[in-house]
Nanobody, 121 residues
Framework: QVQLEESGGGLVQAGGSLRLSCGAS????????MGWYRQAPGKQRELVAT???????NYADSVKGRFTISRDYAKNTVYLQMNSLKPDDTAVYYC???????????????WGQGTQVTVSS
């Protein structure tokens, strides 16, 4: 069994900062990419940022220069530092990971339960 558990969401004023964390636990052989997605009310889930096993990062245009994704490989944890937050950043933020549970299995994709981020104007 694999679990992705997010933390760090909350309510913040525009211009403020939050740091999200997501730890992967359970039977894990290897993790490839990890990332963050978000879904605002009435909208589709969208990519925020991803980071590969090699450390390459990718960001949505809307968060470039404001958000930073990083990873602690020893702890199977991914972080999202969010600065200069805007009301448009309000959404449920989901952690995502591509991982293998053992060397014989294929890569599978997993999601966390999500953490709410609310930015007030």
């Amino acid at each position: 069994q694999v679990q992705l558990e997010e933390s760090g969401g909350g309510l913040v004023q525009a211009g403020g900062s939050l740091r999200l964390s997501c730890g992967a636990s359970g039977t894990i052989f290897s993790i490839n990419a990890m990332g963050w997605y978000r879904q605002a009310p009435g909208k589709q889930r969208e990519l925020v940022a991803t980071i590969t096993a090699g450390g390459s990062t990718n960001y949505a245009d809307s968060v470039k220069g404001r958000f930073t994704i990083s990873r602690d490989y020893a702890k199977n944890t991914v972080y999202l530092q969010m600065n200069s937050l805007k009301p448009d950043d309000t959404a449920v933020y989901y952690c995502n990971a591509d991982l293998r549970t053992d060397w014989t299995t294929k890569m599978n994709n997993y999601w966390g339960q999500g953490t709410q981020v609310t930015v007030s104007s």
